[in-house]
């Protein structure tokens, strides 16, 4: 699986033009075609709750502006929920990935509510590739 950087420069002033369009429709891709070997992968009700968890850290972060050291513990632990949910073959090896990866990008809150944005563009392009499940 490609890994997805939300920030077109270093300095994290510009997020990358393509990610919400390109790359999330790649990377769904990539995750759909999980789907091809083991047909209880990836189902988008287990996706979701991943998405849901982090459009909800998002806004907890939005609204308690000045408690992000409380927030990004949380943030973190979708990685152990995540890792948890492939033990039980419930998401794929990529889907893990991608969340390791998106997490470990998290710094900030802005980099929380990029990574929330990517997480919706991925999920609306996951619905058209993996529509059967």
Do not use: C
Not at 19 to 39: M, Q, R, T
Not at 76 to 89: E, F, L
Not at 91 to 114: A, C, M, R, T
Request: net charge positive; no cysteine.
């Amino acid at each position: 699986m490609t890994k997805i950087d939300f920030w077109k420069d270093n300095k994290k002033e510009s997020i990358d033009p393509a990610l919400f369009s390109s790359k999330a429709e790649k990377l769904a891709v990539d995750i759909a075609k999980d789907n091809e070997h083991i047909k209880t992968m990836n189902k988008r009700t287990q996706i979701r709750k991943f998405y849901d968890e982090v459009v909800r850290l998002d806004m907890e972060a939005k609204a308690r502006e000045g408690e992000w050291n409380n927030i990004a513990p949380l943030v973190h632990m979708i990685t152990a929920k995540a890792a948890y949910a492939r033990g039980r073959n419930l998401i794929s090896d990529g889907f893990l990935e991608f969340i390791k990866h998106s997490v470990g990008q998290v710094n900030s809150p802005k980099d929380l509510s990029v990574f929330a944005n990517f997480f919706e563009a991925f999920m609306g392009f996951y619905r058209l590739y993996n529509p059967k499940n």
